[in-house]
């Protein structure tokens, strides 16, 4: 009796922890899954999220539904899927905002321990610095030294505190000694925007908004804030290379699932997705938005929250830059 009190025991545990096949696990999925997107249609996130939801139901046999659900920078749709059941049929695609969003605003989970990482969908694109294509600044260089002999000459549009333009301009004014105007506009796409137009002279910007701009010759990219640079445009250097250092503004995307979703739906919905992020149809949408597929062999669950945690710490060092101290989930 006590063998099988404690075989017993050992079992329910096991099954609690997600470590047993169950029926549920075993036939997943069949039905519709969600994955929500915390952001509007049409943004960084949501484009390589279609575009993966597209490839995986063929891969599962499955319908793939990408809902949009924004509001509060990211939180309004990640509460949403930490609140749902863990049944793998309602998941999240989150973003470099998640980690940003907790040293700047109140949030009710912890973006890595409260939710089941899956996976990432994509790495990139980096913030691009562009300036009205009428100036005559060639370098970012010229542009600094114009900043600096005349204190708040230059504007630059970002999309609000939480949010990669304005901390890339706050790391950019401290690393400078500059004193540029901060503008801020309801998001990126509006701020690039504004730069074409003259309303303010330039932004640091996603390289998906700033493209479309170049290409119709009403902004010049001076600089880019990441770890390489790109082959869309190889002339164009880092801000590491212009002595900048650590100035790295790179999205990602990646896909999550409620907390105590089974182990065995997690493994099953990694093994889609890298089967997705490598196939041909989805590296030709992403490759050309200046965003890549990371290599299958690191993209476990424990990579994925490896990363976040990096990214996690230095988004709070970036933040002391504004004051800001890490906030704690309610």
């Not at 009403?218 to 445009?233: F, S, T």
Request: with cysteine.
């Amino acid at each position: 009796m006590k063998r099988l009190r404690a075989a017993l025991g050992f079992l329910c545990c096991c099954a609690t922890l997600g470590l047993l096949p169950n029926a549920q696990a075993q036939t997943y999925p069949t039905r519709p899954i969600t994955m929500v997107v915390p952001f509007a249609p049409g943004g960084l996130s949501d484009v390589p999220a279609r575009v993966v939801a597209a490839v995986m139901q063929q891969k599962i046999g499955a319908s793939i539904v990408v809902e949009n659900k924004p509001g509060a920078s990211g939180v309004v749709g990640a509460t949403h899927v930490w609140r749902a059941e863990p049944d793998g049929y309602v998941l999240l695609v989150n973003a470099l905002a998640d980690v940003q969003n907790l040293h700047y605003l109140k949030v009710p989970y912890d973006p890595i321990s409260d939710f089941s990482l899956i996976g990432k969908i994509a790495d990139g694109p980096p913030l691009v610095l562009i300036v009205n294509a009428g100036l005559p600044y060639r370098s970012l260089q010229e542009l600094l030294a114009d900043a600096k002999s005349t204190p708040n000459k230059i504007s630059f549009g970002t999309s609000g505190p939480a949010t990669s333009p304005a901390i890339a301009l706050t790391q950019l004014n401290h690393a400078a000694a500059a004193n540029i105007v901060d503008v801020p506009y309801r998001g990126s796409g509006e701020a690039a925007s504004a730069v074409a137009t003259g309303a303010v002279q330039a932004t640091f910007t996603f390289y998906t908004g700033a493209k479309p701009l170049a290409d119709g010759g009403k902004v010049r990219i001076l600089a880019i804030a990441g770890e390489k640079r790109m082959p869309e445009l190889p002339d164009i250097p880092t801000m590491q290379e212009l002595g900048y250092a650590n100035f790295n503004h790179s999205g990602f995307v990646g896909l999550a699932g409620p907390p105590r979703l089974p182990l065995q739906i997690v493994a099953f919905l990694n093994r889609a997705l890298n089967d997705a992020i490598h196939s041909d149809a989805f590296k030709a949408r992403i490759e050309p938005l200046g965003m890549t597929a990371p290599a299958a062999s690191l993209n476990t669950p424990e990579s994925f929250a490896a990363s976040m945690r990096a990214e996690l710490a230095r988004q709070a060092e970036l933040a002391k830059l504004t004051a800001h101290d890490p906030m704690a989930p309610k």
